[in-house]
């Protein structure tokens, strides 16, 4: 049982990996791949939690989860705030080479 749900977990895990590497112009595709890999982060969290039967893993798998929000509120308002100044969200503006 135990098997099923980290191997699920991991899986999560590589895709959110995937997204974040693939993703490098789409801004909104990346904070997806980053909740995903929080998401199971938790999820590992409180399944060890179950197994042990600990409840440190569920607190943690909450206080992850409360990370995760806040991350995508701030992501959104950010978001919200570049869309406004530069009438695009997408990640070329974030390039810091010079231009020659």
Partial sequence: ????????NALLFVI????????????IATLL???VMLL???LN????????????GEIFSIFIL???ATE???GLA??????KLKGSISLNFFTFEKKR
């Fill in 1 to 8: 049982m135990i098997k099923n749900q980290l191997i699920t």
């Fill in 16 to 27: 959110g990996l995937i997204g974040c590497g693939v993703n490098h112009q789409n801004i």
């Fill in 33 to 35: 791949a980053i909740e």
């Fill in 40 to 42: 199971s982060a938790g």
């Fill in 45 to 56: 969290f409180g399944v060890f939690s179950n197994y042990l039967n600990d409840s440190y």
């Fill in 66 to 68: 409360t990370v995760a």
């Fill in 72 to 74: 995508s509120a701030i």
């Fill in 78 to 83: 950010i978001f919200i705030i570049v869309y």
